[in-house]
């Protein structure tokens, strides 16, 4: 559901956008002013934000979207200042937006954001003397009805980028590159038209309004997801516990057996991605119920909308999933990627670890009143399955 709404939002917002600029003719003078406020009102906004989620990739993006929209701004007036803008500009965005979407996360101020800085400001200063060589040449042609082209090379550059952002997004769900590609493609409309600086303002202002939501999107996932699996956190089952009032419902604990002796063995990177794989596979069999990480190898399984009956087949197919899927050891020299089918196979992986989960059931009873005393229950049953021998459900 969430990876739905990382796509609906943007295009929410771009097609808000469209229906805006498509009546901006009949916009009085007052409504025009005020549009042509919005963008730096909305980037102030997303400036702010991004500062206090330390998230350098959307701070540049938006002081350079933020920078060339004012160039875009002050060119009105001369066609040839406003072509060499539009030029530069649809060329560095594209890839911009490619090299932050890939870039890791390290902070505004910090020694790697100031790079980030040096370099927008470079590609800034370079746009700013190309468009101030222009400023002598006459300015000819009707400004409203003069065509500003995006030039072959950088729709090509608007295409590789677009493309690699969504293999990305696909292939490994993540949620900025969705966000970069609706820039992307809101910058061409805001580009296409940049010789009419109402439709640059609404589209200028699509552009920060989609960075904004992006940004409200990272702080409930650090709010609200567990960084490491990527299920719900901890935070996420108190505040959904709190929801629940009177309500029946059961709640279910798992547990990794001998995760200590994982760590021990194989090391903490080992058991980091054993608990994404048991999360993994948790989230995709609980069925109804929803998941999340109760804190370091303990998971809570939340059954608000079925009948406890129910429940137990659902906990043993999960159990049974963990049980017949081994974590496959990778062996030192074994490649990142897949190898092309002419090249030489790598050696098999070191072996294999046969992961197993304890599982504990409680619901909501006369007797069990409070979240508080069911979880309570939920962890005895728990421990019934550990001194069972592992690798079963227990319900109370």
């Known amino acids: 559901m969430r990876r739905f709404m990382t796509v609906l939002a943007p295009l929410i917002v771009l097609l808000v956008a469209w229906a805006l600029a498509s009546k901006s003719e009949f916009y009085g003078d007052a409504v025009q002013s005020l549009i042509k406020v919005v963008p730096y009102i909305i980037a102030l906004l997303a400036l702010f934000m991004s500062v206090w989620y330390q998230n350098s990739n959307s701070f540049y993006l938006v002081c350079f979207v933020l920078i060339t929209y004012i160039f875009i701004v002050v060119s009105q007036k001369n066609i040839s200042m406003l ?16 090299w932050l979407g890939f870039s890791r996360e390290r ?39 003069s065509f500003i082209g995006i030039r072959v090379p950088a729709v090509v550059l608007y295409i590789i980028s677009v493309g690699l952002l969504l293999s990305c997004y696909i292939l490994k769900n993540i949620n900025m590159n969705i966000i970069y590609m609706a820039i992307l493609i809101t910058s061409v409309l805001s580009l296409y038209f940049a010789n009419r600086i109402l439709l640059v303002s609404i589209f200028t202002s699509a552009i920060f309004v989609i960075v904004v939501i992006a940004l409200f999107d990272v702080s409930y996932s650090l709010a609200f997801y567990d960084t490491l699996t990527g299920v719900y956190s901890r935070r996420a089952l108190e505040q959904e516990l709190l929801k629940l009032g009177n309500k029946k419902y059961a709640i279910a604990m798992v547990d990794l057996d001998r995760f200590k002796h994982i760590n021990d063995t194989y090391g903490h990177d080992v058991g980091d991605e054993v608990l994404k794989m048991v999360a993994s596979l948790l989230d995709k069999n609980s069925g109804p119920g929803k998941v999340f990480r109760y804190g370091g190898e303990e998971f809570v399984v939340l059954f608000t909308r079925t009948n406890y009956n129910d429940v137990m087949p659902l906990l043993e197919r999960m159990r049974r999933a963990i049980e017949r899927r081994p974590f496959i050891l990778r062996s030192d020299n074994r490649p990142a990627e897949k190898p092309e089918k002419n090249r030489i196979k790598p050696s098999k992986g070191k072996g294999k670890i046969n992961i197993t989960v304890s599982i504990g059931l409680a619901q909501k009873t006369e007797s069990l009143k409070t979240c508080f005393d069911v979880i309570k229950k939920a962890d005895e049953a728990l421990y019934k399955s550990k001194n069972s021998g592992r690798n079963c459900v227990t319900k109370i």
């Open 83 to 98: 072509s060499e803008v539009v030029t530069m500009v649809s060329i560095l965005l594209p890839v911009n937006a490619l």
């Open 107 to 145: 902070g505004v101020f910090s020694s790697y954001g100031r790079k980030k800085a040096l370099i927008i400001l470079v590609q800034l200063i370079w746009i700013f003397v190309n468009m101030m060589s222009k400023s002598g040449t006459p300015a000819t042609g009707d400004m409203t009805e």
